[in-house]
């Protein structure tokens, strides 16, 4: 049965993958919402658990409270507060589990590194702690042109 559901969820990433927006050659900003709204339409009908979902890590949970934007959705799962998102960007001399950025301008900056970076943004509920990667997308430098790309080289 849960194979089933992954089999689904991996089938609406490819179909989304390909229909949104590209931000750079080559390098797409993926959306998950459709894989949210499964997930929770799965706790929803009983063909996964609360639990299973609902088991954010205290971090993030932390962050979540701390320096959370909230969205304009109220969770998928409990339906009893407003989530907030949380984005964690990895990349080439940042920490190894990522950093997470207190605010906007922060972002900005780091997405404007000369290395290229990933980020991660999350959709977390405090209350149940809901938790899932809502949005996967490269920084500014995976947009530019390789040959600028290699003047931050040796
Ligand atoms: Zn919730």
């Known amino acids: 049965m849960l194979q089933e559901i992954r089999l689904a969820i991996a089938a609406r990433v490819l179909e989304v993958s390909r229909t949104k927006g590209v931000t750079g050659p080559g390098e797409a900003s993926v959306e998950y919402r459709l894989v949210r709204n499964a997930k929770a339409a799965a706790v929803r ?6 639990e299973d979902v609902c088991d954010a890590h ?9 320096i959370g934007r909230p969205t304009e959705d109220r969770c998928p799962v409990c339906d009893g507060a407003v989530t907030v998102e949380v984005t964690y960007v990895f990349g080439a001399k940042l920490p190894a589990g990522g950093t997470c950025p207190g605010t906007a301008t922060e972002l900005k900056r780091l997405l ?6 990933q980020a ?3 959709e977390v509920c405090t209350a149940c702690k809901f ?21 931050s080289g040796s």
Do not use: I, Q
């Open 58 to 66: 205290p971090e993030l949970l932390r962050a979540a409270r701390n």
């Open 120 to 122: 991660y943004t999350v």
């Open 45 to 50: 009908s009983g063909r996964l658990s609360a």
């Open 131 to 151: 938790h899932h990667l809502l949005r996967r997308f490269p920084g500014d430098a995976a947009a530019t042109p390789a040959s600028r790309r290699s003047r």
């Open 112 to 117: 404007r590194r000369e290395e290229p970076v």
